[in-house]
């Protein structure tokens, strides 16, 4: 089904919220943006190696979620997973130094930029659809334990949909009852192609793919803060009763191409400029200023010192060593 925000009044969200938790939203926003712009400056200096996949453009979605449900529960997310693992506790430093390759890296240099890991982050996964089951076994793991204060939360893309997996994921949490939450951030695009070149259902999908599999869907503006909040309390509260599976949707955009090395040719110059419109850190700023909860001078601060944070951690990881060739078989499982 699709949902709409009941509280949509933004006074009264922001009165709902409490001024400071969405004053720690957009500077979590903020942090997002700017590890992603000094990240994707350090890729292109070849500093960083590998693939790069920006969530520029997306943060509403992941900032909110964390504030609604918390951190304890069980995530996984697709290959483009800097951002939760900053919302999760990892430090712009230990993840910036992973993406340099370097022995101080979230998971000692070894994981680059699609694999980041925090105590209750299971980890970021290159595989299209390749983490849908693993969400499906945290949350099967839950139900077992009768942790009822605890969820499982699997972030996609769309493009995950047409995955084996997806159905396969989808099918068992609901026929076991598992507390499992997907979220299918829906950008438009898998890597190059439009959504509506790939799938036979390229809106609601949420709402098509959960009626199949007998569970609730819901559907929201992924690039409006508020709505994702409001929409994500009357999810938790659903799960948590009933101990299901739900499927959700979010609308958004993303502001760069696929991977850094794509240059996106497939949007015109008219069409970028128009998705940049929908910004949701410009949205939320201008919500909190017109309601006089931040002013112009207090915006500057903030998004200085996020950027600073940022700058301060590309130095930290170019002063750290090398991983050693001695360890390269440490931590490493074979059955």
Aim: charged fraction near 25%.
């Amino acid at each position: 089904m699709a949902y709409m925000s009941k509280k949509d009044d933004v006074p009264e969200m922001i009165s709902h919220i409490g001024k400071e938790k969405v004053l720690e939203a957009l500077s979590s926003m903020l942090q997002i943006r700017h590890f992603e712009i000094r990240g994707e400056a350090a890729y292109s200096h070849g500093q960083v190696g590998g693939f790069y996949h920006s969530y520029s453009g997306q943060e509403a979605i992941q900032t909110s979620f964390i504030q609604v449900f918390g951190k304890k529960n069980w995530f996984v997310a697709s290959y483009r997973c800097h951002a939760l693992a900053l919302l999760l506790g990892a430090t712009p430093n230990e993840l910036m130094a992973e993406l340099y390759g370097r022995s101080t890296g979230n998971a000692k240099g070894r994981g680059g930029s699609m694999h980041l890991y925090t105590d209750r982050m299971l980890g970021g996964f290159a595989i299209v659809g390749g983490h849908l089951p693993i969400a499906t076994g945290a949350a099967f793991s839950i139900k077992y334990l009768k942790k009822k204060d605890e969820v499982a939360v699997c972030f996609l893309g769309e493009g995950a949909v047409a995955q084996g997996a997806f159905h396969e994921a989808l099918n068992l949490a609901s026929l076991w009852d598992l507390p499992v939450i997907f979220v299918i951030e829906n950008n438009q695009w898998g890597m190059g192609t439009h959504a509506s070149r790939a799938l036979c259902f390229s809106e609601a999908i949420a709402e098509k793919q959960a009626s199949s599999y007998n569970m609730k869907s819901y559907t929201l503006d992924g690039m409006d803060y508020f709505k994702c909040y409001s929409g994500f309390e009357t999810i938790r509260k659903d799960v948590l009763s009933t101990s299901r599976p739900v499927l959700v949707e979010c609308i958004c955009e993303r502001f760069k191409g696929h991977s850094i090395s794509d240059p996106a040719l497939y949007r015109s110059k008219d069409e970028l400029r128009s998705i940049m419109e929908k910004d949701p850190i410009t949205r939320l700023t201008y919500h909190l200023q017109q309601n006089k909860v931040l002013t112009e001078e207090e915006f500057k601060k903030m998004d200085k010192e996020a950027k600073q944070t940022v700058i301060e951690a590309m130095a930290y990881a170019e002063k750290s060593p090398w991983p050693s060739p001695a360890t390269l078989e440490e931590d490493v499982y074979a059955p």
